[in-house]
């Protein structure tokens, strides 16, 4: 689990405003995913990539955007048009087999003022 | 797509006890089923996993059994300690695209 790292831990926004989430891995894992947890519920997953310059979307996709440029960095903007964004969002990798071990980040808590 | 039912979603036990939670799956073709496990405001960690070629598997008090004919597989916890109170989480990998399809939780509290 260390080799994932998330930032900022807690990141406070303004209603109207994008804002970026940092997800860094050195595991060298092809695939990576972002997830949302609301209080007391479950992961539901945002966008996913299998492959540098490609990503997917998930489940609850609107209002997020992601890029994939580089294999170590997935991203997260969640945009203006997310209309309840406040939430705690993990990053995950694993590696390209389909039973290979999936490892989260530590996780940003953001909250909209 | 796959698609993953966990129950129960909450669970009591005294401390002692065993507790059992249960996930069903809908993708046949379904090779990998890991466990997490989360403590309040932390991420998911790996406590056990297993894969399609063998029916159980243990790690000190914790098993995971699997029965691929029915679509099923199991968590069981021996012995239960106050620190076993958390949010476990059941997967299972969507045989098209290795990603993790998971089961919406369980929180188990531990009485002591």
């Known amino acids: 689990d260390g080799g994932i790292t998330q930032s900022p831990k807690y990141l406070f926004r303004k209603e109207g405003q994008n804002v970026t989430l940092s997800c860094e891995q050195n595991l060298n894992h092809d695939a990576m995913y972002w997830y949302r947890q609301d209080p007391g519920q479950g992961l539901r997953l945002i966008y996913y990539s299998q492959i540098v310059n490609d990503f997917q979307k998930g489940d609850i996709a609107e209002g997020y955007s992601v890029s994939r440029e580089k294999k170590e960095s997935f991203p997260l903007t969640v945009t203006s048009a997310q209309k309840n964004p406040t939430a705690f969002y993990l990053c995950?990798?694993?590696?390209?087999?389909?039973?290979?071990?999936?490892?989260f980040g530590p996780g940003t808590r953001l909250t909209v003022l | 797509g796959e698609n993953v039912e966990q129950h129960p979603s909450t669970l009591s036990v005294q401390e002692g006890d065993s507790a059992v939670i249960k996930c069903t799956y809908s993708?046949?073709?379904?090779?990998?089923f890991p466990w997490y496990k989360q403590e309040l405001g932390k991420r998911p960690q790996l406590i056990i996993d297993?894969?399609?070629?063998?029916g159980e598997k243990k790690d000190q008090r914790i098993a995971v059994t699997l029965n691929k004919t029915a679509k099923h597989f199991s968590l069981h916890i021996t012995e239960t300690q106050p620190e076993d109170s958390a949010v476990y989480f059941c997967a299972a990998s969507e045989s098209n695209t290795g990603k993790l399809i998971f089961g919406q939780g369980t929180t188990l509290q531990v009485k002591p």
């Open positions: 993708d046949s073709a379904s090779n990998y």
């Open positions: 995950a990798s694993k590696g390209r087999g389909p039973s290979d071990t999936q490892y």
């Open positions: 297993i894969r399609s070629n063998v």
